[in-house]
């Protein structure tokens, strides 16, 4: 079990979920932003409803047979439903490290597919070895596709005994409205800002401050930037961003190439994103720090052509998965983002 059984700013929402447990609904959907650990509150919750004796503040024990099984993911009576590509993250971060060729053949699933909604029902079809609760937890609920949904629904129309589904999302809005009628909705809350700065202190995050504005406030994305092994290629892309020149593309995208390309389209993304709400409304969201070159910038484009680069990278990241070569992939985008500016 992790040290922080859950976040700070999420003691409010546990103790609210403390009144559900006299009447637990057969599916509850946390909700919320993304990076604030809805995921990690659902798991909580799920050790708890399994565990054999829990404390009086509603946690998990941590020290019964069910927990123990429940932190090696071995839980008989507990199910995590996610996409493939969850599961395999780590081995996508090897297969990347090897000089930028990443293997096209086997992509994995970003959706929920269907096989993984209907392999429950055998799950669900025996008693409980526990004799307790059954809990399957499925994120992100968003990557339910129709086909995987709609077994879901059925599911959650005929609801099995003594199991509960927990379903996470930060996308609510792409939920079927059949799924969410069926769903307890249970919002999640984000953190003010002095609570997530003194948690990313806490964790030794320096430039607290601006790592939380580039996230929207979020703490887990913030950290998990903060620390992740990219930041100096993040660097480089916004000095790049902030001043482009299509004759250094080459060099720059030579040197992004071990980045994902999903990431640094969404860097780019939330460049444009401060680009065009500084032409429009005079503010920025995610670069605080980028203000005066966001300034210069902005003043040589129009808000039209930062649209049509915002759409452009749109129609990039749909395909960012599957590009024919990352170099050029990389070398188009910083080419043509170059080019609104000349
Ligand atoms: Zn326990």
């Known amino acids: 079990m992790g040290t922080e059984r859950i976040y700070p700013w999420q003691q409010h929402d546990w103790q609210r979920l403390q009144q559900l447990r006299e009447r637990l609904p057969h599916a509850m959907l946390f909700h919320g932003v993304q990076g604030i650990g809805k995921v990690a509150f659902a798991e909580r919750f799920a050790a708890s409803l399994l565990c054999e004796q829990p404390l009086a503040d509603g946690h998990a024990c941590g020290a019964c047979d069910s927990c123990g099984w429940f932190g090696q993911y071995a839980h008989p009576d507990y199910r995590r439903v996610r996409p493939d590509a969850l599961e395999t993250e780590a081995t996508d971060d090897v297969e990347a490290d090897d000089g930028g060729t990443k293997k096209s053949t086997k992509a994995p699933s970003k959706d929920i597919r269907i096989e993984q909604v209907r392999a429950l029902a055998a799950f669900m079809n025996v008693s409980t070895h526990r004799a307790g609760q059954r809990v399957v937890l499925l994120y992100p609920a968003e990557a339910l596709n129709s086909a995987s949904a709609n077994a879901l629904l059925k599911t959650l129309e ?28 249970y919002p999640l809350t984000a953190p003010d800002l002095p609570d997530a700065l003194a948690w990313l202190n806490a964790h030794g995050v320096t430039h607290a401050e601006r790592w939380l504005a580039e996230f929207g406030g979020a703490p887990l994305a913030a950290l998990e930037a903060a620390q992740g092994g990219d930041s100096a ?20 995208a030579e040197r992004l190439q071990k980045v994902a390309l999903a990431q640094l389209v969404a860097w780019q993304q939330r460049w444009l994103y401060d680009l065009l709400s500084l032409k429009l409304s005079g503010r920025v969201r995610y670069f605080p720090h980028q203000q005066q070159a966001l300034a210069r910038l902005a003043a040589r484009v129009t808000a039209e052509r930062l649209q049509q680069a915002a759409r452009d990278a749109e129609s990039r990241r749909a395909v960012a998965d599957h590009p024919l070569s990352a170099r050029l992939f990389i070398e188009q985008m910083l080419i043509e983002y170059s080019h609104h500016f000349s």
């Open 158 to 185: 005929e609801p099995p005994p003594e199991t509960i589904f927990l379903l996470v999302t930060d996308r609510i809005d792409r939920l079927l409205p059949t799924i969410l009628s069926r769903c307890r909705k």
């Open 233 to 252: 290629e993040r660097d480089e892309l916004l000095a790049f961003l902030a001043s482009p020149h299509a004759t250094a593309a080459l060099v720059v």
